[in-house]
């Protein structure tokens, strides 16, 4: 059996859906299923460059922004489907599975100028024309936002099956195609919980050695493995350590970020003026293979998501993963985070957009050793039954 993978972002990259088809792609070949995956990063570079960049010139200078996205748009398509026909003529593919809306809709052109029935299946890991808004690529209201709607519904309508990271999800898609609301399957993202566990003592001190700042060694060190926009609520991380500076107990912790993004530059001026410049620290953006150490050598992580833009985050791979590492997560109670976490059982849930309740957490967890082991292994425990990576591919199986 060989399934074709396809997806409109590049592939490999820092970020959740990245994780998310390594994993699956890994569970299926672990299950003797072969799998390619291919979309943007198939792309001609120079092509990309010589056609593309202009396009991006003009929606950064707000000059002609909708039509310049949507013509880069149509042009990127027009490649991908070409690739995604190349692939289907060239070889025998048993299933599609389309990673997003973009590729749902190519992927089902394909197969009709092919005259090919197979199972396609489209993945729904967010509501792509909100993430567009609330990232501020296109404005609301505007032609392209209209444009990327009409994409987003007729890539859940050529989808032979519909796939969502969560229950919100799914009653986004279904508020669409009411007609299919019972048809839709969720299945929460998931890890290789082999290479996401517990580290032994001595990992967990060789990780801490060669990650830690020294004069940090003793430290609390909270892990913020978020990318610095918006919707993850990064800030609301960096004010709820300046409450730990009002309280004098900064000292005996520290906040690292691992990500990069537009806020940035709003966080590096909290560090300036607070004066926590080495017990707030940015990471810039860590590749997924050396995540893990640095899930390793901390002793909590936040995931401090809010709403943006209608954009709520799903089944978080950052929290499944600490999770699975055994760490307790302080989350959000929005979302995929609310379906994942049982409240002082498998991890903390916060409102989102409250530092001072993001501060009570962490002082409640660091002062109390058994509520914090035993969110711990109740944590790993969930992940393990739950969020195998290996039975999520056994479910999207079931659905070709």
């Known amino acids: 059996m060989k399934i074709l993978i396809v997806t409109y972002d590049i592939y490999p990259h820092i ?8 994993n699956l792609s ?10 390619e995956i291919v979309g943007y990063s198939n792309l001609n570079k120079l092509w990309l460059y010589v056609l593309l960049k202009p396009f991006y010139f003009f929606n950064k200078h707000n000059l002609f ?8 748009d149509k042009l990127t398509q027009i490649k991908i489907k070409k690739i995604i026909q190349h692939k289907l003529a060239k070889s025998k593919i048993d299933c599609i599975i389309a990673e997003d809306v973009f590729t749902s809709s190519l992927s089902r052109q394909a197969l009709l100028d092919l005259n090919l029935k197979i199972p396609l299946i489209c993945t729904v890991h967010g509501d792509r024309t909100n993430e567009t808004l609330s990232a501020k690529i296109i404005n609301k209201d505007s032609l392209a936002a209209k444009y990327l709607l009409n994409i987003e519904i007729s890539g859940y309508k050529n989808a032979s099956s519909i796939v969502t990271v969560d229950n919100r999800l799914k009653n986004h898609v279904s508020g669409f195609l009411p007609e299919r609301a019972n048809t839709i399957k969720v299945i929460h993202n998931s ?3 082999n290479e996401y566990r517990k580290p ?8 801490r050695s060669k990650l830690i700042q020294s004069e940090l060694q003793d430290n609390i060190i909270i892990l913020c493995p978020r ?29 690292f970020f691992a990500g990069e993004g537009e806020q940035r530059k709003e966080i590096e001026e909290i560090i300036k003026k607070s004066g926590t410049k080495n017990n707030m620290v940015l990471l810039g953006d860590v590749p ?24 709520v985050e799903a089944t978080s791979l950052t929290a499944l993963e600490a999770m699975g590492c055994g760490l307790p997560v302080i ?21 989102p957009g409250d530092a001072i309740a993001i501060l009570g957490a962490v002082i409640e967890i660091t002062k109390n050793d058994s509520l914090l082991k035993f969110i711990s292994i109740n944590a790993r425990e969930h992940v393990c039954k739950k969020h195998s990576h290996l039975n999520a591919a056994k479910m999207f199986l079931e659905l070709m």
């Open 200 to 207: 032994t003592d001595l990992e967990r001190a060789a990780s």
């Open 331 to 351: 989350a959000s109670n929005i979302g995929g985070l609310a379906e994942l976490i049982i409240h002082k059982k498998t991890g903390i849930l916060v409102p």
């Open 15 to 22: 970020g959740g859906k990245s994780t998310h088809i390594q």
């Open 26 to 35: 890994r569970a299926f070949n672990e299950m003797n299923v072969v799998t």
């Open 288 to 311: 997924h293979n050396k995540i893990r150490e640095y899930y390793w050598a901390s002793d909590l992580v936040l995931v401090p998501s809010v709403p943006s833009q209608g954009v």
């Open 227 to 255: 990318r610095l926009t918006a919707k993850n609520g990064v800030l609301f991380a960096a004010n709820m350590f300046l409450e730990l500076l009002k309280e004098n107990q900064s000292n005996k912790f520290a906040l």
């Open 191 to 193: 890890i290789d919980v």
């Open 65 to 72: 922004k909708s039509l310049s996205f949507i013509i880069s």
